[in-house]
Every structure is written in structure tokens, then in C-alpha cells.
């Protein structure tokens, strides 16, 4: 007997059909006799159909109200669950972020799990129930309800299976496991049977939103063994775990898009101590995330700054940037959205050499220009136009022998 958590995504919970077909998969596991534990998300487009609500009633949403907003996506779809699973006769129990609790802190809209409760789930599965929790949610310390941020259901599931100390939590969506790219751009995308936390937090912090990065770090943390699935078919199926042996060490195991990014440029600014750290400093304070940062060589004592942060932020990290900017004296701040993020990963970068230059010469072999680079270990990023973003991950995939052999 094992105690799984089960954690099933928008797509998987859709409609009434759908989530009557979520019951059925949880009721076969839970009578070959294991215990479950159920995370949902919302349905599909409710999320952004809440956040759509939320930026019609004001230009600049309070962040806790739209929290208290977003989070009843949830809220419906693990009722729903738990009403079907009564009416097909087995035991079960909705609970929301507050009743397992789920404790934060404060960040509204990307707020970091501290704690997980346990009791109130482990009552309901020593009774021989099933625990069915809304993914997404959580409470900070004055019970204001808190959300994790976009994709934030994986990180419950993986929260709940670190301090339930579950034997697996698997986590079902709309493709059967992890690829070495998107398959819904790529058609010759490979799937992979096992991947490394690194590899995969690596791809989930590049832009590939099978998971959320944050689940892998924390499974990675807490060594919780995460299995990506279909929820429409047995078949298939990626293991994330720790490095082995007998992991063969591809040089790049994946490439990843992101298109969530916007790139900020202080132009003209002087290039004394202390200048990067008060630009960048109060983005942190207002917890925006800083990604990919350059500055240029100095020119007669001034020089480019260019980041980038997600495009949720940028109205608020330009007008941070421009005030400082101004103090600073700096020249201008310019803003570009129409960017994307291309990455390619993997642990056999860290012995190989040539890695990085053959992706530069395959991207400027169809006339894609470089706007920004990063590296990491096991990364290479590059920022190019957004329009390129398809031709440049296929391309990519393609120079590192990555598909499937025809
Ligand atoms: P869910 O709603 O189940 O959480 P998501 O849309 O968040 O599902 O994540 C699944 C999607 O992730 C897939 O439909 C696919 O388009 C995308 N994806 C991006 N990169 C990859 C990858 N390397 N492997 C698998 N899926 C990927
Ligand atoms: N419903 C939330 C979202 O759309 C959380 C999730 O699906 O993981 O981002
Ligand atoms: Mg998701």
C-alpha cells in the first residue's frame, strides 16, 4: 500500500466529462489499495478568464482581491471532484489552501508555500476517504488567501507529497510526459523515460511549463519522486529523479521557449559602483524577477544596462527602473516586449566544449539575431525576436540530433 499524490491540470479537469474521468483513474488507484490524495487545478481558461474579470474592474487590480479571486477556479473544480467521487459511491473530502492549511507568505499572486498541514488529510485518509485539494491556493498568517503563481497547482501537489512523505506524486496533463521539446511545436519531439531535478528545473525555469520550477526545486529538495503522465491514456510517462549512474549524460537533453519575457534597457548610464545594485535592487523588493542581465563595456564613463523581467511585470518594473534611472542620470529607459527567450539544456554540457557555438552559428544560419545571452552550468539562453521563437526551437532541435529518428 503507497500513499500517491495525484495532481491534474487544467486540461484534465475541463469539463464535467473530464473530471468524471479524473474520478475513475483515482478510484482505480485507490482500489489497488493505495491511499490518494487528489490536487486539482481550475479548468481550463478559467484562471485567465478571472484575471481578465479582475483587469476589467480596474486598471491595477489589488493583488490580495485578485487573489481571493483566482483561487475559486480551484474552489469548483475539487467540489466538483468530490461530489462525483460520493456519487460513485466511494468517501471523499474537498479541502481549499486555508482547511489543509497550506501556509505562505504574503506575496500575493506568487506567494512561497512555508508549511503544509497534515492532520486534516491524514484524518480523512485514515477514515478511508479521498482528500481532493485545490493546487494553487494557500493562507498567509492573517488569513488572507495567498496564490503560487501561474502553474502554481504543481507545486502544492509536490509541497503535499513532501510533507505527506508520499512514495510518488504524478503529475497528469495534456501530454504523456516530458519531451525534448514542446510537442506542440515540435513535431518530432522524443520523449523522455527519466530526467534529472537539474536537467528539469534547468527546462521549468526556460520557459517549458510542464512544470512549475518551483515543484522541482522542491522536489528536488525533499527527494520526492515526480512521474509526468497523460491523463487520457496508460501509456507513456516520464520519471524525475536524481542523477544515476546509468543516466546517459546527453550533451543537450532538451531546448525550451519562453515567451513570457520583456526586455528593459537604462540607456547611457554612468558606469560607477553601486549603479546595477539600486537598479536592480528595488525590483526585488517588489518581488520581481530579474532574468537575464548585460551590461555593456563602458564608454567614457557610461554605459547600456538591459534585463529582462516576465511581461506581467513590466509596467511596474519600468516605472521603478525610470524613477531610478533618473536619479541615477541616466539618459533613457526603452522598453521591447516583442522578445522570446531560447534555451537549450543539459548535464553533458558541463564536459563538452563547442556546445554554445554550434547554437549560435545554427541560429545565425537562418538569419536570427542574438539579442542577449546567459549561461549557466548546464544552459545556454539566448533572447531573439519573438517571431522567430518556432523556427529557432526547431532548428535547434534539429543541429542537436533531438527528434525522433525517422
Ligand atoms: P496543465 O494544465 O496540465 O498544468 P500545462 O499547459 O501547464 O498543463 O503544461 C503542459 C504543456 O506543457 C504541454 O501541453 C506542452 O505544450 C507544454 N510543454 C512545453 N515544453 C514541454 C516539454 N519539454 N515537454 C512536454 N510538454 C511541454
Ligand atoms: N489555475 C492556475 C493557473 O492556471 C494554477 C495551475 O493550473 O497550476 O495558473
Ligand atoms: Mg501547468
Same mark, same amino acid.
Given at each position: 500500500?503507497?500513499?500517491? @499524490?495525484?495532481?491534474?491540470?487544467?486540461?484534465?479537469?475541463?469539463?464535467?466529462?473530464?473530471?468524471?474521468?479524473?474520478?475513475?483513474?483515482?478510484?482505480?488507484?485507490?482500489?489497488?489499495?493505495?491511499? @490518494?490524495?487528489?490536487?486539482?487545478?481550475?479548468?481550463?481558461?478559467?484562471? +485567465?478568464?478571472?484575471?481578465?474579470?479582475?483587469?476589467?474592474?480596474? +486598471?491595477?487590480?489589488?493583488?490580495?482581491?485578485?487573489?481571493? !479571486?483566482?483561487?475559486?477556479?480551484?474552489?469548483?473544480?475539487?467540489?466538483?471532484?468530490?461530489?462525483?467521487?460520493?456519487?460513485?459511491?466511494?468517501?471523499?473530502?474537498?479541502?481549499?489552501?486555508?482547511?489543509? $492549511?497550506?501556509?505562505?507568505?504574503?506575496?500575493?499572486?506568487?506567494? %512561497?508555500?512555508?508549511?503544509?498541514?497534515?492532520?486534516?488529510?491524514?484524518?480523512?485518509?485514515?477514515?478511508?476517504?479521498?482528500?481532493?485539494?485545490?493546487?494553487?491556493?494557500?493562507?498567509?498568517?492573517?488569513?488572507?488567501?495567498?496564490?503560487?503563481?501561474?502553474?502554481?497547482?504543481?507545486?502544492?501537489?509536490?509541497?503535499?507529497?513532501?510533507?505527506?512523505?508520499?512514495?510518488?506524486?504524478?503529475?497528469?496533463?495534456?501530454?504523456?510526459?516530458?519531451?525534448?521539446?514542446?510537442?506542440?511545436?515540435?513535431?518530432?519531439? *522524443?520523449? !523522455?523515460?527519466?530526467?534529472?531535478?537539474?536537467?528539469?528545473?534547468?527546462?521549468?525555469?526556460?520557459?517549458?511549463?510542464?512544470?512549475?520550477? *518551483?515543484?522541482?526545486?522542491?522536489?528536488?529538495?525533499?527527494? @520526492?519522486?515526480?512521474?509526468?503522465?497523460?491523463?487520457?491514456?496508460?501509456?507513456?510517462?516520464?520519471?524525475?529523479? *536524481?542523477?544515476?549512474?546509468?543516466?546517459?549524460?546527453?550533451?543537450?537533453?532538451?531546448?525550451?521557449?519562453? %515567451?513570457?519575457?520583456?526586455?528593459?534597457?537604462?540607456?547611457?548610464? $554612468?558606469?560607477?559602483?553601486?549603479?546595477?545594485? *539600486? !537598479?536592480?535592487?528595488?525590483?526585488?523588493?517588489?518581488?520581481?524577477?530579474? +532574468?537575464?542581465?548585460?551590461?555593456?563595456?563602458?564608454?567614457?564613463? #557610461?554605459?547600456?544596462?538591459?534585463?529582462?523581467?516576465?511581461?506581467?511585470?513590466?509596467?511596474?518594473?519600468?516605472?521603478?527602473?525610470?524613477?531610478?534611472?533618473?536619479?541615477?542620470?541616466?539618459?533613457?529607459?526603452?522598453?521591447?516586449?516583442?522578445?522570446?527567450?531560447?534555451?537549450?539544456?543539459?548535464?553533458?554540457?558541463?564536459?563538452?566544449?563547442?556546445?554554445?557555438?554550434?547554437?549560435?552559428?545554427?541560429?545565425?544560419?537562418?538569419?536570427?539575431?542574438?539579442?542577449?545571452?546567459?549561461?549557466?552550468?548546464?544552459?545556454?539562453? /539566448?533572447?531573439?525576436?519573438?517571431?522567430?521563437?518556432?523556427?529557432?526551437?526547431?532548428?535547434? #532541435?534539429?543541429?542537436? /540530433?533531438?527528434?525522433?529518428?525517422?
Amino acid at each position: 500500500m503507497a500513499l500517491v @499524490v495525484q495532481k491534474y491540470g487544467g486540461t484534465s479537469v475541463g469539463n464535467i466529462e473530464k473530471i468524471a474521468n479524473v474520478a475513475k483513474k483515482v478510484i482505480r488507484t485507490k482500489e489497488e489499495g493505495n491511499d @490518494v490524495v487528489v490536487v486539482l487545478s481550475a479548468m481550463s481558461g478559467e484562471t +485567465d478568464r478571472l484575471l481578465q474579470l479582475a483587469q476589467k474592474a480596474a +486598471d491595477e487590480p489589488d493583488p490580495r482581491e485578485c487573489d481571493s !479571486l483566482v483561487s475559486t477556479g480551484e474552489q469548483i473544480t475539487v467540489a466538483l471532484l468530490a461530489i462525483i467521487l460520493k456519487a460513485m459511491g466511494h468517501r471523499a473530502k474537498s479541502f481549499l489552501g486555508f482547511q489543509v $492549511p497550506v501556509n505562505t507568505d504574503n506575496a500575493f499572486k506568487k506567494a %512561497r508555500i512555508l508549511e503544509v498541514g497534515t492532520e486534516a488529510i491524514r484524518k480523512e485518509l485514515q477514515q478511508g476517504g479521498i482528500a481532493v485539494v485545490a493546487g494553487f491556493q494557500g493562507v498567509d498568517e492573517e488569513n488572507n488567501i495567498t496564490t503560487l503563481g501561474r502553474g502554481g497547482s504543481d507545486t502544492s501537489a509536490v509541497a503535499l507529497a513532501a510533507a505527506l512523505q508520499a512514495d510518488v506524486c504524478d503529475i497528469y496533463t495534456d501530454v504523456d510526459g516530458v519531451y525534448t521539446t514542446d510537442p506542440n511545436i515540435c513535431g518530432n519531439a *522524443r520523449r !523522455l523515460d527519466r530526467i534529472t531535478y537539474d536537467e528539469m528545473l534547468e527546462m521549468a525555469r526556460a520557459g517549458a511549463k510542464v512544470l512549475q520550477p *518551483r515543484s522541482v526545486e522542491l522536489a528536488k529538495k525533499y527527494n @520526492v519522486p515526480v512521474c509526468v503522465r497523460s491523463s487520457f491514456t496508460d501509456e507513456g510517462g516520464t520519471l524525475v529523479t *536524481r542523477e544515476d549512474k546509468d543516466m546517459e549524460k546527453e550533451v543537450v537533453a532538451g531546448v525550451t521557449y519562453d %515567451r513570457d519575457q520583456a526586455k528593459i534597457t537604462v540607456v547611457h548610464v $554612468p558606469d560607477r559602483p553601486g549603479v546595477a545594485a *539600486r !537598479l536592480i535592487t528595488p525590483l526585488s523588493e517588489h518581488n520581481i524577477v530579474v +532574468d537575464m542581465i548585460i551590461q555593456n563595456a563602458s564608454i567614457l564613463g #557610461h554605459t547600456d544596462l538591459t534585463f529582462t523581467v516576465s511581461r506581467k511585470d513590466i509596467r511596474e518594473a519600468t516605472r521603478i527602473v525610470s524613477e531610478v534611472a533618473k536619479e541615477v542620470g541616466a539618459e533613457k529607459v526603452e522598453i521591447d516586449d516583442n522578445v522570446a527567450k531560447v534555451s537549450i539544456i543539459g548535464v553533458g554540457m558541463i564536459s563538452h566544449s563547442g556546445v554554445a557555438a554550434k547554437m549560435f552559428e545554427t541560429l545565425a544560419h537562418e538569419g536570427i539575431n542574438i539579442m542577449m545571452i546567459s549561461t549557466s552550468e548546464i544552459k545556454i539562453s /539566448c533572447v531573439v525576436e519573438a517571431k522567430y521563437t518556432e523556427l529557432a526551437v526547431t532548428v535547434l #532541435h534539429d543541429a542537436f /540530433c533531438l527528434g525522433e529518428e525517422s
